[in-house]
């Protein structure tokens, strides 16, 4: 498939198995509530191994791709830089990066890509998910801003039509990237659907282990 998902590929992190597609989100709201007080800052690769979904938290029908490398660990250095090159910010307080691809067994040209950035502080995180926003409206013009629920203090849903259907009502590939306390996430998904219930369903889950994993606690218990 083409379009947003491509975008994310071509813009990969140094080392990523996943993708980055520096650019997805506005500087909207979640639907969170009250900021979210992270008691954790996730500096170290088995906190942000833990924050990224595991194989056995996956809905059924979904599974790490046959050859896909396992979800890795992006060191500070590699990740601040390439941070940096893309975004053309100081990415400052960065930890680690951190990405992941799993597939849809039944369609393997079904997959979906997460990748997280940690960040030593809130205030230092914001600036890099709302250079996400300017980066992906900026890159593709196709790109269209969508309403979607996420549990995170920012975040920014977007769609484009596949490259094989250009038609309004025709399938989209979909990505999603919020800010939850330190952590900046964006999930690629390559399913064609118009309602995103499975992106939506992703998106729970994601917020959910990264939010357990900032409070100390493990999101697999």
């Not at 893309?86 to 307080?93: D, E, F, R, T, V």
């Not at 990066?97 to 079904?110: C, F, H, I, K, M």
């Not at 030593?120 to 300017?134: K, L, N, S």
């Not at 219930?197 to 409070?215: G, M, N, P, S, W």
Request: hydrophobic share 40%; proline share 6%.
């Amino acid at each position: 498939m083409d379009g947003l998902m491509r975008h994310g590929r071509n813009l990969a992190l140094v080392g990523a198995a996943g993708a980055l597609a520096f650019g997805t989100a506005a500087c909207g709201s979640g639907d969170g509530g009250a900021a979210f007080r992270a008691t954790v800052v996730l500096s170290q690769p088995d906190q942000v191994m833990d924050a990224l979904p595991s194989p056995a938290s996956l809905p059924s029908g979904w599974r790490l791709a046959p050859g896909a490398k396992p979800p890795k660990v992006i060191v500070q250095g590699e990740v601040s830089s390439d941070c940096r090159k893309k975004l053309s910010i100081s990415c400052s307080g960065i930890q680690l990066g951190g990405t992941v691809r799993y597939e849809l067994a039944s369609n393997p040209d079904n997959d979906i890509r997460f990748t997280l950035l940690t960040f030593d502080t809130p205030e230092h995180a914001g600036p890099v998910f709302e250079a996400m926003v300017t980066s992906l409206e900026k890159d593709d013009r196709n790109a269209r801003r969508i309403t979607l629920k996420a549990a995170a203090e920012q975040s920014q849903g977007f769609e484009r039509p596949t490259e094989s259907s250009d038609a309004p009502t025709g399938a989209v590939a979909s990505a999603m990237a919020m800010r939850i306390g330190t952590v900046v996430a964006l999930i690629e998904l390559d399913e064609d659907e118009r309602d995103h219930k499975t992106l939506q369903q992703f998106i729970a889950l994601e917020a959910d282990r990264i939010k357990k994993v900032q409070q100390g606690t493990n999101p697999d218990a």
